[in-house]
Every structure is written in C-alpha cells, then in structure tokens.
C-alpha cells in the first residue's frame, strides 16, 4: 500500500495544478485576456498558459499550493529557465507572435482565497 502513495500524491498534485489552471485562465478571462493555448510542452519546459490582450501576448505559469505564499515562492531558477526556453521555442513557431509585447504573467493559487495575477512577474530570458 506504500508504494501507492506517491503515485497517489503525483495524481492529486496533477488534479490540483488542472484545476488551478482553469481558475486562472477564468479569473484572466474576467480581466479580458483571451486564451491562445494551454499546457505547451516544448524545448523541455512547459508553459501553462497563453494569452492575449490587445496587442500584448502573455505567457502564463500557475502555481497551486496549499497556500497562497507558498505558491509565491514555488518559481525558482531553474523553473524560470525551462519556462523561458519553452517560450522562445514557440515565439520561432508563431513569427506573428514577434509583432506583439510578450510578457511572462504568474498567477498564484491558495487556499480558498481569489487567485492573485502578478504581471511581469519574471523576465523571458534569452528574448
């Protein structure tokens, strides 16, 4: 029964960063964002979220936990670095992308409380 349980907390953890994703994309939604794509996996990062608003295309990394300043600091290095990578793999996918302001957004989920939308949150390294 052991050995079931990381497999049990990977699940749960998929569950609640799904769920969190949709949150966030319907709480961006309100403030007139409108979605692009979601879950991108490319060049070995992933990026949650993409959206556009106006002439401004915003990619988006959610974090989910327990709460809410425990998600503000689940964004390190090493993440920042895979999510950036991701981005200019799809920016060279998309060359009308190139015409826009492109942004890298956080939105932090905790608890029971309303998501908090940091724009700017990180820089787009390498862009």
């Not at 049990?8 to 692009?36: D, I, K, S």
């Not at 879950?39 to 992933?46: D, P």
């Not at 949650?48 to 809410?68: Q, S």
């Amino acid at each position: 029964m052991s050995a079931s349980l990381p497999r049990e907390r990977r699940q749960a953890a998929y569950r609640l960063g799904h769920r969190a994703e949709w949150f966030a994309l319907g709480v961006l939604m309100l403030r007139g964002y409108r979605p692009v794509a979601r879950r991108v996996s490319l060049a070995g990062g992933e990026i949650d979220l993409i959206v556009r608003r106006g002439r401004t295309l915003v990619f988006v990394e959610v974090k989910a936990r327990a709460r809410l300043d425990e998600a503000r600091t689940a964004i390190g290095a090493i993440k920042r670095q895979r999510f950036s990578r991701a981005v200019r793999a799809w920016v060279s996918r998309h060359p009308w992308s190139g015409e826009l302001t492109l942004r890298a957004d956080a939105v932090f989920v905790g608890g029971r409380g309303w998501p908090e939308h940091c724009p700017a949150a990180f820089e787009i390294e390498g862009l």
